[in-house]
């Protein structure tokens, strides 16, 4: 079995060297796997794993443009290998197929393991854009009557990783303009606010239901959630709130503290408003 794992390489061409090939590796999907394609792709991770940690020329290396081509690419081939086999599911033939689960569901782990490194190569970003932009396409093939019963764990996965992305964009990780962010929550949303509680009922009559949304997952997503939210433009907020609070789910997440502090700005802005016009009237009348 083929093993790369933290290998220390001796100087800042090797280490670029050891680490591109690496990237390389860790992301090769499907068909692009080389022999022994399992085993190498995990130590491939280890070793981006390892040297990020532990490699002081990692800094020099990864301001490198190459480099980041290179992980860029491997980011991309990801997400269309991804988006492939989630386009498949819907066929009748590949629903009842565990082999098409598997993938599917590796392919996620790979995206969620991209969104363990990306942060410490700054290139979180890239991650967040194209999930913001797919997203829609992605609860489409989710929403699909074939799925309706099927595949829970990767649609707990799917929501882990738009975590990852909610939480990099509301604790501003990542900066985006306000009408992505809004896109990103307004997909994510609705659907985790429908899940939650179908997870709960099915893990409820089914005590060995396996596929849940843990409590740390449920902090995570609501305090991202919440953050993403008070950081919108307010006519923004007030269109996600409002819709919040007409939908049947309001219990999760808890967007209770994201509207009072949204009411309390919306008060106080309009107080200023009427105290400067205040001013310029008083301002007026002396003139005259």
């Keep these: 079995m083929p093993i790369i794992s933290r290998i220390k390489p001796v100087d800042l061409t090797a280490t670029k060297n050891v680490f591109v090939s690496a990237v390389r590796f860790a992301t090769s999907t499907g068909e692009s796997c080389p022999p022994f394609g399992d085993e190498l792709k995990t130590s491939a991770q280890e070793q981006i794993e390892y040297m990020l940690g532990e490699d002081e020329d990692m800094p020099s290396v990864m301001a490198d443009d190459e480099v980041k081509s290179v992980v860029r690419m491997g980011l991309s081939r990801i997400f269309s290998t991804f988006e492939k086999q989630l386009s498949s599911l819907v066929l009748e033939s590949v629903i009842a197929s565990d082999t098409a689960e598997a993938n599917i569901l590796q392919c996620v782990s790979d995206l969620e393991w991209m969104c363990s490194i990306l942060p ?12 913001a932009g797919m997203s829609g396409g992605i609860l489409g093939i989710l929403a699909d009557k074939k799925l309706e019963s099927a595949m829970w764990g990767l649609k707990v996965k799917l929501i882990e990783v738009s975590g990852k992305a909610l939480e990099a964009v509301g604790y501003g990780n990542v900066i985006l303009s306000a009408p992505i962010r809004v896109q990103l929550l307004k997909s994510w949303l609705p659907y985790i606010r429908e899940m939650k509680p179908l997870l709960d009922s099915k893990g409820t009559e089914d005590t060995s239901f396996p596929h849940k949304m843990d409590e740390d997952l449920c902090q995570s997503i609501e305090g991202a959630i919440i953050s993403l939210v008070l950081a919108l433009p307010s006519n923004d907020q007030a269109d996600i709130l409002a819709d919040w609070m007409e939908a049947d789910q309001v219990s999760y997440p808890d967007l209770s503290e994201a509207f009072e502090v ?8 309009k107080r200023r408003l009427a105290e400067g016009l205040r001013r310029v009237d008083n301002t007026t009348v002396s003139l005259e």
Excluded: G, N
């Excluded at 700054?122 to 854009?129: A, G, P, T, Y």
């Excluded at 949204?262 to 802005?269: F, M, N």
């Design 262 to 269: 949204w009411c309390y700005r919306t008060k106080s802005a």
């Design 120 to 131: 410490k190569m700054e290139l979180m970003k890239d991650f967040v854009s194209s999930w």
